[in-house]
């Protein structure tokens, strides 16, 4: 493999060598194999192709091999409690497809029979229940397109600029359309005592996780889910059962849901203690921040999907969401947050879900400072960096949903950036 | 009101304004069987799983454990991951010190630096630990495991301290005020608008960082080390 000049460049290979030999497997228009373009008739072209269900359960075109989830080996000790992010940069539209949904386990992926699992819900309630996975799917069921975000989303760059990539910077998030049963069904089936305040949610891994969830979220929008875009959840996700917690952080969505207690106090359990509470400059640290504020990203271009068309007539595309909404307005900037221009939408625009926007413009082949900045339906516009490490601190790791800086070099090169 | 009570009705207050999408409706859900799907489990499958431990010692098994005992479990099933003496070994989490650290530019949170309740570590270490042979302890060994991390941490002083449901539940953590309720809606009031600024918001910025000079992005055949988060 001969490599060009901008290939063998540091930045551009930073973005890790599958994405370099991707960008060689798919040649901007002037490369490829002569041979197969007009006026010559290709080899696809001249003989038959597999037949229908020689591939019974369809995959991506092998050119497209490096879309795949990826993890940061460096970022824990094992890679059963880990996590692997959603390669952002080649998808489009708002739904994440179900193999790049990315993953955090805390004890790697439980192969659950569905025939054995159970879920119970028992502690402060008139009956408690046990139902089997097709006793759940008796129940009424609500189909909802929700966004599930890590806390600690873009926790790795609260000092600055640290990884090359919004799959890396901004990854640990998806959006599935989910059915399911809603958590409020379930609950009023069971009886919720008057003291019930307090739900214990837990997942029957090998790390049976635990969090403590209000009866206030639980009865609200929370569901039980057991598909995931129509199909049945990926054992990644939690199958055969998931809570859904819809615009809260992703820890609370407890996977291979086994256990709901109701109880009148919160648990502090290991997650919502030692994990998941944000550590502020004085010492003192937030708890119970479950829900995810007004946060976007531009996907395109970005360090992995440089500009490879040179200047001309330039697509921004990116995603926008809020835990406490719909999206109002996306602004983006291509000078640093100095001027901004209003993002178009496009797409469904819905509650607690993924958006889509796009900014189009004529590039004039100068260097740009892309950023995206939300403001979502209660008002709340999406802080800087440096607006959020003012209150905030460097040391709070979850909770980052402060705006990204893309810097687009003339050679149209984009880097992760960090600007004063 | 009872103290835990002003608590939760403070959780649920700074709930509902850190997420207005939460309704205001009456919490009810007595409603009534009306589907009558499922069936009640019985007396047994509810203790099978029951293991979740409260801050009031609520759920604690009976059972004791002393850190003498614990000090050999520590040493067989954990100190490979931990550290002898809870320091960790390479990215495993640190047990033990880190007092005083929480306002350094390196805070190092252990059950004893950062952790609320003691009650926690018995919660946890029962879900989840030996890491990959969970729930491979008895009872008193677990309580014997949790004596021990408490006296790395210099909660538990005597070595022949037993741990129990009573004597656990008694035991107060060094940080335990150390933690404040969700207060965004409040403290970063600043952050909702009207109008977001559309010209001439800031004045020209320069670049001051750059992912690429740090250079711990994820590469084929590459050994990258950086601050990481667990």
């Known amino acids: 493999m001969s490599k060009t000049d901008s290939q063998s460049r540091r930045s551009f290979l930073a973005t890790g060598a599958g994405v370099a030999a991707a960008m060689l497997a798919r040649p901007a228009a002037a490369g490829g194999n002569p041979a197969n373009q007009p006026p010559n008739v290709p080899e696809w072209t001249k003989s038959l192709g597999e037949g229908v269900a020689v591939r019974p359960y369809g995959k991506p075109s092998k050119f497209e091999k490096d879309v795949v989830r990826r993890d940061v080996e460096w970022l824990t000790a094992s890679r059963e409690s880990s996590v692997s992010f959603t390669p952002l940069h080649e998808l489009e539209g708002i739904i994440t497809p179900n193999g790049l949904c ?34 759940l799917k008796r129940y009424p069921r609500v189909n909802r397109i929700h966004f599930m975000e890590c806390a600690a989303n873009s926790g790795m760059e609260w000092r600055g600029a640290q990884l090359n990539g919004c799959q890396f910077t901004h990854g640990m998030i998806h959006c599935v359309q989910y059915t399911g049963v809603s958590l409020r069904t379930l609950l009023e089936e069971a009886g919720v005592k008057s003291n019930g305040k307090w739900l214990l949610v837990e997942g029957a891994d090998a790390a049976t996780m635990d969090r403590s969830l209000p009866i206030e979220k639980a009865l609200d929008d929370c569901i039980i889910a057991y598909k995931m875009n129509g199909e049945a959840l990926y054992p990644e996700q939690g199958y055969p059962m998931r809570l859904v917690v819809p615009g809260w952080q992703g820890n609370l969505w407890v996977k291979w849901l086994r256990r709901i207690k109701v109880g009148d106090q919160p648990w502090h359990t290991r997650e919502e203690t030692s994990k998941y509470t944000d550590l502020m400059p004085n010492g003192k640290a937030r708890r119970f921040t479950w829900s995810m504020d007004a946060k ?44 901004w221009w209003p993002a178009r939408l496009d797409g469904p625009v819905l509650d607690k879900a993924l958006t889509r926007f796009y900014y189009e413009f004529d590039w004039n082949g100068e260097p740009l400072l892309l950023q995206s900045r939300v403001q ?40 992760n950036v960090e600007v004063a | 009101m009872s103290k835990s009570l002003k608590l939760i009705a403070v959780a649920l207050t ?21 589907y009558h799907i499922g069936r009640v489990p019985t007396a047994d499958e509810i203790r099978g799983w029951d293991i979740d431990v409260r801050p009031d010692g609520q759920g604690l098994p009976e059972g004791k454990g002393t850190v003498a005992e614990g000090e050999k479990l520590f040493m067989d099933n954990c100190s490979s991951c931990h550290g002898e003496f809870g320091e960790g070994n390479g990215r495993w989490p640190v047990l033990a010190g880190g007092k005083g650290s929480l306002t350094s530019d390196n805070p190092v949170k252990t059950v004893g630096s950062y952790w609320p309740y003691a009650s926690t570590v018995f919660d946890y270490v029962r879900h989840a630990m030996p890491y990959g042979n969970t729930g491979s302890l008895s009872v008193d060994e677990y309580y014997a495991l949790v004596a021990y991390v408490l006296y790395l941490n210099d909660v538990i002083t005597d070595q022949n301290f037993e741990l129990n449901k009573k004597t656990l539940a008694t035991i107060k953590m060094p940080n335990e005020q150390g933690f404040v309720m969700d207060d965004r809606a409040t403290s970063e009031k600043s952050f909702w608008q009207k109008d977001p600024c559309m010209k001439d918001c800031i004045a020209p910025v320069k670049i001051t960082g750059r992912a690429a000079a740090i250079d711990v992005t994820p590469e084929d055949g590459k050994e990258k080390k950086s601050r990481g988060v667990e």
């Not at chain 1, 996907?299 to 909404?325: D, E, M, R, Y």
């Not at chain 1, 490490?389 to 893309?406: A, F, L």
């Open chain 1, 102 to 135: 990315f993953e955090r386990h805390h004890g790697g992926i439980a192969e659950v029979d569905p025939a054995d699992h159970r879920l119970m819900i028992h502690g402060l309630v008139e009956r408690p229940l046990i139902l089997t996975l097709e006793e």
């Open chain 2, 14 to 34: 700074a709930c509902a304004l850190s997420a207005p999408a939460v309704s205001q409706q009456k919490v009810d859900a007595k409603g009534g069987p009306r």
């Open chain 1, 376 to 415: 979502d339906e209660t008002g709340y516009v999406q802080p800087s960096k440096a607006e959020l490490r003012k209150i905030r601190g460097v040391n709070s790791i979850y909770h980052n949903n402060g705006i990204q800086t893309w810097h687009v070099q003339a050679n149209g090169e984009v880097e």
């Open chain 1, 296 to 339: 976007s990203v531009i996907t395109s271009p970005s360090p992995q999907a440089p500009i490879k068309h040179g200047k001309g007539f330039t697509i921004v595309s990116g995603l926008a969401w809020s835990g406490n909404g719909k999206v109002k307005r996306v602004d983006v900037s291509l000078d640093g947050g100095r001027n």
